[in-house]
């Protein structure tokens, strides 16, 4: 049939117009990435424009949100995520409560009336039903205000999510965050934002959510007027946030919230400390509290571009998790609060020995008698040129932010609104667990030490948590743990009494001093006799409440080959088979894999033992280093250079002939 005769037909056809437009849009031939969408961190190429068909699309729930999903590599999503999801959604709706509290304004949370009425008793409920009648009574312009999820309040907060890739992230919000006048959502990839259309559509929330295609900070420089800033941006790249932070801190409102996420951890972890200064402009170091040392980078980093603008940041929540940090913080407009920032920045130095740091801090604020308050330098070094302790040199780290990184009034709200209404979010069990231990941290006490580091560096048995921690709390210190580390401690107290009460343990547990080397750390601190005399006696106030309650309070593998995901391809280019298997095959690479028995046998055939080296060896040529079962028993345990004949001539014990590879 020509092509003529097929565009009559066609003509005479009455198909809708969306039909017509869906087959068209599904065939049309796809082109080049933008560059734009290379530089936004959502080079994706999802489905839509130029996608693929609807057939190769999955439907994914999350939350309150529907989305459909190309099967393919397209679009960036991980469902590791939905933790960081869900408790942005939970921040935000404290942060509308607070915001339109002030207005007059009421906001209604989807679970929350009504387990407000199973607690209350009957009389409550009779006092309840007369203040309902009494409501009803007054005029329409007296009724109170209130804000519900799906409606918009015209007073309500304006969102922006720069890199939205599916929109998963602000349609939830529209679904489940109460009091939003409107949400922004903005990718600079066409085919992405035809995706976020398809999706706004399949969720009813055309009202709310707004696709935009833009580069994120192009969109966010348009909006520096004070009459067009955002009240909440949520920035989640794929990798580092560095190249938003200038325009997010002016495109927010004053007292606005910003969101930020940041998964290059090896780089603020202290993997490429000159990568971490040319983005963040702080030197992150290795060491055990790294992932608490990243967060405080994060936060001088964005205090740092507000003050460029006479704005500084005021934090509320800094969460390690998983393979990321998220950090929440309010940004404010104050020039005289602006002249403080110095003062809370502080440069870290760290012993390349014992690990013992202390913190110098770039400002210093202090009072006169008329009230005024003066800035200045600070004077230092804290520490002479070697370690005291081992007498190490010291790693200089930093500047990173010093102060409080949780306001935890806020946390509490959060944990609070979490704790009464758990049905609203798929991880609020773990949600929960990690903000009370946010709760229980000090605010005051920035970083922090781990057990495995302590008593590794004098090669001693570790002591149980609750053990160090009672000494310290005999001592007379504060000590509480962090959330972003299973085995840390948070504690006030100066390293040298920290060594003081290791040094105890170590004589409870005693260390071969012969061993040791006289350069070692291990040597130097254990030379020292102890000043301080340690309690080890557990103490009931050293066992924290989240862990007499048995919260999840730590990270859990939430599925098999967990993990940041591979970064979106255009055109969906990488097959999720081969995902997976490659995934399974990167697993544990640095570690050596378990050998085969047979394999390890005949290994150990190869190498002829110590007598043969020097030249007494009976058995000649045939020498090996497993001889007979009636000669020698081979242990796994011990090097290959030692003698066979110098272990044990018995019987094998609980393992077996064929499990030591015996020939």
């Known amino acids: 049939m020509s092509h003529g005769r097929l565009s009559v037909l066609c003509r005479g056809l009455p198909l809708p117009r969306r039909l017509c437009r869906a087959w068209f849009t599904d065939w049309k031939p796809r082109g080049p990435p933008t560059p734009a969408a290379m530089e936004n961190g959502s080079d994706s190429r999802p489905c839509g424009e130029g996608g693929a068909p609807a057939a190769q699309k999955a439907t994914i729930t999350e939350g309150a949100a529907r989305i ?18 869900d408790l942005t959604c939970a921040v935000i709706t404290e942060f509308a409560r607070i915001q339109l509290e002030a207005k007059g304004i009421q906001i209604k949370v989807p679970g929350e009336k009504n387990l407000q009425k199973v607690v209350v008793n009957l009389m409550e409920q009779e006092e309840e039903n007369v203040e309902v009648k009494e409501d009803a009574n007054l005029a329409p312009g007296d009724q109170p205000q209130t804000a519900a999820v799906g409606e918009i309040c015209e007073e309500g907060l304006r969102v922006l999510e720069g890199l939205a890739a599916s929109g998963l992230r602000s349609i939830r919000f529209a679904l489940e965050v109460p009091g939003l006048r409107s949400v922004v959502a903005n990718d600079a990839s066409a085919q992405a934002v035809e995706l976020i259309r398809h999706n706004v559509l399949l969720n009813d929330v055309a009202h709310i959510v707004q696709p935009s295609q833009a580069d994120a900070r192009m969109l966010m420089y348009q909006h520096q007027k004070a009459s067009e800033r955002f009240d909440v941006i949520d920035l989640d790249p794929y990798g580092s946030p560095a190249t938003f932070l200038d325009a997010a801190v002016q495109a927010v409102s004053d007292g606005g919230l910003l969101c930020v996420t940041c998964t290059d951890m090896a780089v603020l972890a202290g993997n490429n400390g000159e990568t971490c200064y040319s983005k963040y402009g702080a030197m992150a170091l290795k060491s055990r509290a790294c992932h608490e040392m990243a967060l405080r980078i994060v936060l001088h980093s964005l205090d740092l571009r507000a003050n460029c603008y006479q704005r500084f940041v005021v934090p509320l929540l800094s969460i390690s998790a998983d393979f990321y940090v998220r950090v929440f913080v309010r940004v404010f407009v104050g020039q005289a609060k602006v002249k403080a920032s110095a003062s809370k920045q502080a440069l870290v130095f760290q012993c390349v020995g014992c690990g013992a740091f202390y913190l110098q801090r770039l400002g210093k604020a202090s009072g006169d008698p008329s009230g005024r308050v003066k800035f200045s330098a600070a004077c230092g070094p804290p520490v002479a040129p070697e370690c005291e302790h081992c007498g190490q040199r010291y ?5 990173m932010w010093a102060e409080p990184i949780h306001d935890l009034d806020f946390v509490n709200r959060v944990l609070e609104a979490v704790s009464t209404n758990p049905s609203r979010f798929h991880t609020s069990e773990r949600i929960q667990g990690v903000l009370s231990v946010v709760t229980e941290e000090l605010p005051d006490v920035p970083l922090y030490y781990t057990l495995d580091q302590l008593s590794s560096t004098i090669h001693c048995n570790t002591p149980r948590l609750l053990q160090l921690r009672s000494a310290l709390l005999h001592a007379g210190f ?5 959330h972003a580390c299973k085995n840390a401690v948070k504690t006030d107290a100066p390293p040298l009494a ?11 547990c005693p260390v071969k001093r012969e061993r040791l080397s006289k350069s070692s750390p291990a040597f130097h601190i254990l030379t020292v006799e102890p000043r301080l005399k340690a309690n080890f006696t557990i103490r009931e106030d050293a066992n924290p409440s989240s862990r007499q309650r048995g919260l999840k309070r730590f990270q859990a593998n939430p599925e098999a080959n967990w993990g940041p995901r591979p970064r979106a391809r255009p055109g969906g280019k990488v097959a999720s088979a081969g995902l997976e298997e490659r995934r399974r095959l990167l697993q544990n690479k640095r570690k050596e894999p378990a050998e085969d028995l047979t394999r390890r046998t005949a290994r150990l055939k190869s190498f002829p033992c110590k007598r043969f080296k020097e030249g007494t060896c009976q058995r000649g040529d045939q020498c090996c280093y497993s001889h007979s079962p ?3 028993v081979v242990s796994t345990d011990v090097p290959v250079t030692d003698h066979p004949y110098n272990q044990n001539q018995n019987s094998p014990g609980p393992r077996g002939a064929a499990e030591l590879g015996v020939d």
């Open 498 to 508: 920290l060594w003081d009460i290791m040094r105890c343990w170590e004589k409870e």
């Open 478 to 482: 504060r000590v509480s743990l962090s």
């Open 395 to 399: 790693q200089l780290g930093g500047p």
């Open 68 to 85: 459909a999903f190309p099967s393919a590599n397209e679009v960036f999503y991980n469902p590791v995520q939905e933790f960081n999801r």
């Open 630 to 632: 009636t000669e020698t």
